[in-house]
């Protein structure tokens, strides 16, 4: 028997091994969540500077330092999505963080402003949603409150604080 016909059998099962290990079932849930908030970018819009080359990562996820106006509706800061119980999504079930990333509704029954991409986010599997819920109730809370939906004038009276959209 050659020495390659040896190695097929351990190259075809370190393959198969390689292939299940990098498959999403292989990771938790908690890691597929970060991977996918990485992937989908939520750090752009909800992590003060997160557009620009050096967002503020000691406040990853802790709401946006931009507001973003649209027209008829009022000026929108993208929240801080930790879990913080004051000012984030501490309160939040998992369910309902499921619920505002797919159909953009929150817990009050409000809908997410329209910069929400819920129509790409409403495709994720049931258990993609559920893991990004799992990876943001993981991260270290950010006490950091930002101006409410349609606040009249985001970041204080700074107009250099929105962006037209």
Avoid at 39 to 58: A, E, F, R, W
Avoid at 132 to 148: D, E, F, H, N, Q
Wanted: proline share 11%.
């Amino acid at each position: 028997m050659s020495m390659q016909s040896k190695l097929r059998p351990v190259t075809a099962f370190a393959a198969a091994a390689a292939l299940v290990a990098c498959a999403p079932g292989g990771q938790s849930q908690v890691e597929r969540g970060k991977y996918l908030v990485s992937v989908i970018g939520c750090s752009d819009c909800h992590t003060p500077g997160g557009l620009s080359p050096k967002p503020d990562l000691t406040r990853f996820l802790g709401g946006s330092d931009l507001g973003f106006s649209l027209p008829g509706l009022g000026y929108f800061v993208p929240p801080n999505l930790t879990p913080d119980k004051a000012t984030g999504l501490g309160s939040w079930t998992a369910d309902q963080i499921v619920a505002a990333v797919t159909a953009g509704v929150a817990p009050d029954g409000r809908m997410l402003a329209p910069a929400m991409p819920v129509s790409d986010f409403k495709n994720l599997s049931k258990s993609d949603a559920y893991a990004i819920a799992a990876y943001l109730k993981s991260l270290p809370p950010v006490s950091r409150k930002v101006p409410g939906p349609g606040a009249a004038k985001p970041c204080g009276a700074a107009a250099e604080c929105l962006v037209p959209w």
